[in-house]
């Protein structure tokens, strides 16, 4: 069992920075993959970046690339996404998620452990 607690989600205008963090309880943390999915007002929940176990392999989706980046602290027990150059359109509750095994994928329902999520605001 992982239970994973998001953080950092705010309100802030277009073109600023936000980092979530995720912190995933159990000492078998650096057995998993983990991803950063969101949900929009009114849409489906979607991918937006992952990350292997040993965190050498990333995957994102084409709106964020370049923007945002993902990455992990296994002495921490923690993943990262750094999200730069917002848009309004980034506004969604995020969501981290575990995956047991190293290799990252795109689609949630490989995902076997979901935080609650957290709230990110892009507005002017």
């Known amino acids: 069992q992982v239970q994973l607690v998001e953080s950092g989600g705010r309100s802030v205008q277009p073109g600023d920075s936000l980092r979530l963090s995720c912190v995933g309880s159990?000492?078998?943390?650096?057995?998993?993959?983990m991803g950063w999915f969101r949900q929009a007002p009114g849409k489906e929940r979607e991918f937006v970046a992952s990350i292997s176990a040993r965190g050498d392999v990333t995957l994102y989706e084409e709106s964020v690339k370049g923007r945002f980046t993902i990455s992990r602290d296994n002495a921490k027990n923690s993943v990262y996404l750094q999200m730069n150059r917002l848009k309004s359109e980034d506004t969604a509750v995020y969501y981290c998620?575990?995956?047991?095994?190293?290799?990252?994928?795109?689609?949630?329902?490989?995902?076997?452990?979901w935080g609650q999520g957290t709230q990110v605001t892009v507005s002017s």
């Open positions: 998620a575990a995956r047991k095994g190293n290799y990252p994928t795109t689609t949630q329902h490989t995902y076997d452990y």
């Open positions: 159990g000492p078998t943390f650096t057995q998993y993959a």
